[in-house]
Nanobody, 128 residues
Framework: QVQLVESGGGLVQTGGSLRLSCAAS????????MGWFRQAPGKEREFVAT????????YYADSVKGQFTISRDYAKNTVYLQMNILKPEDTAVYYC?????????????????????WGQGTQVLVSS
């Protein structure tokens, strides 16, 4: 069983930066993808970004493109989300997830149903 342990959430002012971390335990991923989702108050959970574990190819939601950067450390089994120029509308609970089913490097999953493992979530609050 894969366990995802998240850290790095907290309170930050508008325009500030924050880096979220997600460490995978129990095993080392050699295929598939990792992703980040978020859920703001009163809204449904939405896709943020995904990255192929082997190649590092990434895909972003239009709302965060150019603002957030997803990356991974292969040796540490860890994926990161660097969030810059934060705005109050970025306030949400952020979730890390893993999608090991899709081995093709050209495919970048973005639907919640495509991810099999989820972290506990970490809160991000951006104040004005």
């Amino acid at each position: 069983q894969v366990q995802l342990v998240e850290s790095g959430g907290g309170l930050v002012q508008t325009g500030g930066s924050l880096r979220l971390s997600c460490a995978a335990s129990e095993r080392t991923f050699s295929t598939g993808a990792m992703g980040w989702f978020r859920q703001a108050p009163g809204k449904e959970r939405e896709f943020v970004a995904t990255i192929r574990w082997n190649s590092g190819r990434a895909y972003y939601a239009d709302s965060v493109k150019g603002q957030f950067t997803i990356s991974r450390d292969y040796a540490k089994n860890t994926v990161y989300l660097q969030m810059n120029i934060l705005k109050p509308e970025d306030t949400a609970v952020y979730y890390c997830a893993a999608a090991p089913r899709y081995a093709s490097e050209w495919y970048l999953p973005f639907a919640q149903s495509e991810y099999d493992y989820w972290g506990q979530g970490t809160q991000v609050l951006v104040s004005s």
